[in-house]
């Protein structure tokens, strides 16, 4: 069932990386680097964590992915308001996230099994 998701994350890992190749290397760039990219792996171990727990936890490692999710948003907007970002490799990624956030809400939600009365 979360199959998609993770090979989804997988793609946009790799490409918050190739992207980030692109930052200028000053100072307080590379910390926004650091974290934007902390964030988008620690998004994925979460979600492989979630993976391996009962569905008490899973909720729980799910809410904190959505947490980091959060920060890489927080982390690309200020890229692209300092100008390190072109606007149109903005919109590209952004749409991965959007496609993640739409995967991770129907994972999230519990599986429910109408058992005959």
Request: proline share 3%; glycine share 2%; with cysteine.
């Amino acid at each position: 069932m979360g199959a998609p998701i993770f090979l989804k994350t997988f793609d946009f890992i790799s490409l918050l990386f190739d992207m980030t190749e692109q930052f200028p290397n000053t100072e307080r760039l590379v910390i926004i680097t650091e974290r934007l990219l902390n964030a988008g792996l620690k998004f994925q171990e979460l979600l492989i964590e979630a993976n391996a727990c009962n569905e008490k936890s899973k909720q729980n490692k799910i809410n904190s992915a959505k947490a980091e999710l959060n920060k890489i948003r927080i982390y690309l907007n200020l890229a692209l308001r300092w100008k390190i970002l072109a606007r149109e490799r903005y919109s590209h990624v952004n749409g991965q996230m959007v496609e993640i956030t739409n995967l991770l809400i129907k994972w999230k939600a519990p599986v429910r099994v109408n058992l005959p009365n």
